[in-house]
């Protein structure tokens, strides 16, 4: 029913409100939001990446009712769509940390989802490796981690076992961690978004949102169809359309996030973070019938990313990466509607062959092809200490009912389900 009343008022009130807006003379923007119809929701997510689905459900099964803003015209079109697809143990992250407890109590939520849901997954496991003696101590360091944070079966091996284990890997040691495996993002996004719908969740697709602004100590949130934005790049500021009036706001817009924060009218910018943003491309493995490995298999971590790896699907294609290349901020119009340049530079490749051959060294030249490439939403930039997930709401940023999730990146996908656990437990009850 909100779906339709959404797509009415949107229809009805667009040629008034976008005409008033392209007028050389505009009203001040008080006025302008007085003549903007308003609906009354109960919960509003923004974005409808694996994380916003999943809060979404969650909301849902809670009994209240949700409406999800994707200015996409369909589900997980952004970083959700462009990763590894890994279902990460809880290694990498420093103990105590929101990534590390996210990302433990994820893995097993997922899991067990998965298996309930029919969503395709498999526990392959993952080796991490040191293919010089240099890196020995960092994997050393990676185990004693993950053991603290509780990770089980991690086991340090030699240079010897891991070969005998995969034939064409070549390494001095490596780290393995059963417990990793992988995941169809794709079904599992799928499931939540059928398991939200089927509680009464509406989703509404290609319908942005491009600011707020504060009433007292809550928040009212401007919205407008996605093809009216698109006309404001590089030109006139979007004009809402729509005003909704909620009393609760999940702001998981992932990549734009940050932006989006900062359009919130009377919010205080002091508790919006930097945002910087990491490219990762990925190349495909061709001409081989075969995987050359079971496992995935990942080199030592590197600055901003977890080095370019071995990921395999549940088809057998085997991909590599990402690799890491820092980017400057896009406007927030782009950044509303995701408009960052996707394409895999073909030359891109020739920095993969060396890295990957460091511990496959049977790598074929010419067997790399272009793949796909992602963004990912970070809090620190180059050179700088990675920054922990931002969960953020009214005790923070003083607002009533905002919830603001700022550098959801890897582990994100894993984490999922736990940080739609953590936000119904602490902020819904």
Not at 311 to 330: A, M, Q, R
Request: aromatic share 8%.
């Amino acid at each position: 029913m909100l779906r339709h009343t959404l797509r009415r008022t949107l229809k009805s009130c667009t040629s008034s409100v976008w005409i008033q807006s392209r007028k050389s003379t505009i009203p001040s923007q008080s006025l302008l939001l007085e003549t903007i119809p308003k609906e009354n929701v109960d919960c509003v997510v923004i974005g409808a990446g694996v994380v916003g689905i999943a809060v979404a459900r969650d909301l849902a099964l809670k009994g209240r009712d949700v409406l999800v803003i994707e200015s996409a015209p369909t589900f997980g079109s952004g970083t959700s769509s462009r990763n590894s697809e890994v279902i990460h143990a809880g290694i990498y992250y420093p103990p105590n940390s929101l990534k590390a407890i996210f990302c433990l109590r994820g893995r097993k939520l997922l899991y067990q989802y998965c298996a309930n849901h029919g969503v395709p997954h498999k526990q392959i496991g993952k080796l991490i490796v040191a293919t010089g003696s240099s890196e020995i101590q960092k994997l050393i360091v990676l185990l004693s981690q993950g053991r603290e944070n509780g990770v089980e079966g991690l086991r340090m091996m030699e240079g010897f076992e891991a070969m005998r284990m995969e034939p064409e890997l070549k390494c001095l040691k490596a780290l393995l961690s059963p417990y990793s495996g992988i995941v169809d993002t794709h079904a599992l996004m799928l499931s939540l978004v059928g398991e939200a719908e089927n509680h009464g969740a509406t989703f509404s697709y290609n319908t942005t949102v491009v600011g707020g602004h504060l009433e007292g100590d809550s928040i009212q949130i401007h919205i407008s169809q996605s093809k009216n934005i698109e006309k404001c790049i590089g030109g006139c500021p979007p004009q809402p359309e729509l005003i909704l009036v909620p009393n609760l706001v999940v702001n998981s817009a992932g990549l734009s996030s940050p932006s989006l924060a900062k359009s919130f009218k009377g919010l205080d910018s002091r508790v919006i973070p930097p945002s910087y943003y990491a490219q990762g491309c990925y190349f495909t493995l061709s001409n081989n019938k075969t995987p050359p490995f079971e496992h995935l298999i990942y080199p030592i971590p590197e600055d901003g990313g977890l080095g370019v790896h071995v990921t395999l699907d549940l088809d057998g294609h085997v991909k590599f990466g990402p690799d890491v290349e820092w980017i400057g901020e896009l406007d927030s119009i782009s950044s509303f509607l995701n408009k960052f340049d996707y394409s895999v530079s073909s030359d891109r490749v020739q920095k993969f062959y060396p890295e990957i051959r460091r511990y496959y060294p049977n790598l074929k030249e010419g067997s790399l092809e272009p793949g796909y490439a992602g963004i990912r939403p970070k809090l620190s930039g180059p050179g700088q200490p990675p920054v922990d997930f931002i969960i953020q709401g009214e005790d923070i940023n003083g607002v009533r009912g905002l919830i603001n999730l700022f550098g959801i990146e890897s582990p994100g996908l894993t984490s999922s389900l736990a940080i739609a656990e953590h936000i119904g437990l602490k902020f819904i009850g």
